[in-house]
């Protein structure tokens, strides 16, 4: 058995932000890839694929569980067909692990490193990180931005609520406070970025589309009640602009 730690997917470097329990295509033919020099397997050998789950802690997802039933092949692209194996299918999506890799290289026959894997979690179900987290715990890309946006929960939870949000630019640290109060209320402002990724803010449209896909990020710093006036939201938009100094280092203008 081989095992391989998949550090990206289709260049996103993080790649749990899009895990997608329902569409796991990207991952497994990412986990299947040959590199343009060498075979990632063999055929009939049994593989495990993990990505991560939090990279600070060193812990990983168990994502998908498989055989080599066919070599295609082909080098730099998608090398082998594959069949699941039913008995660790009920682990795939639950099972995080802890494994630091020291080595650059990321697939591994199971016996050099196993004895290094600790199991942290089985969780109760398969992870779903679509699941509205609650307005405190709200800190998500772009990308997972454009995914949930439509998600049930997140728009129960946006389109009710007045509230104050912070944009962060990653790679430069400048930020951006708004304020959501119009039609849909948090959910039309977000919904807005993610459609069309600058949401109408003047500097957003001089950046590049995926400039803003790959580094920006977004939290709610503050919710109001839908019967709150709207000049009490300008006024918290207001106050957190000048705590956080965004109209002189950041992206507000006004």
Not at 29 to 57: A, C, E, M, V
Not at 175 to 199: D, I, K, P, Q
Not at 221 to 234: G, N
Request: net charge positive; proline share 3%.
């Amino acid at each position: 058995m081989r095992i391989r730690f998949n550090l990206q997917m289709n260049g996103n470097y993080n790649p749990i932000d899009a895990f997608d329990k329902n569409n796991l295509k990207k991952y497994i033919d990412g986990h299947y890839w040959n590199y343009p020099q060498r075979k990632s397997f063999k055929l009939n050998q049994r593989t495990l694929g993990f990505i991560p789950y939090d990279r600070k802690d060193n812990t990983w997802l168990l994502f998908h569980a498989g055989k080599v039933i066919k070599d295609l092949n082909i080098l730099n692209g998608v090398g082998y067909d594959y069949s699941d194996i039913e008995e660790f299918s009920k682990y795939c999506g639950r099972l995080i692990i802890r494994y630091k890799n020291k080595s650059r290289n990321p697939i591994f026959y199971a016996e050099t490193c196993i004895n290094d894997c600790e199991v942290v979690e089985i969780l109760p179900d398969i992870y779903d990180d679509d699941v509205f987290p609650g307005y405190e715990n709200v800190n998500i890309s772009w990308e997972k931005l454009s995914r949930v946006i439509s998600k049930e929960s997140w728009k129960t939870a946006l389109q009710n609520q007045k509230g104050v949000y912070l944009i962060t630019d990653k790679k430069t640290g400048k930020m951006y406070v708004g304020s959501a109060y119009g039609e849909n209320m948090l959910l039309g402002r977000w919904t807005n970025y993610a459609e069309n990724c600058h949401g109408g803010n003047v500097d957003f449209k001089k950046l590049k589309p995926n400039y803003i896909k790959s580094n920006f990020q977004y939290t709610i710093l503050e919710i109001f009640k839908s019967t709150t006036a709207d000049e009490v939201i300008i006024n918290r938009e207001s106050w957190w602009k000048n705590v956080l100094m965004t109209r002189d280092f950041g992206y507000n203008n006004n």
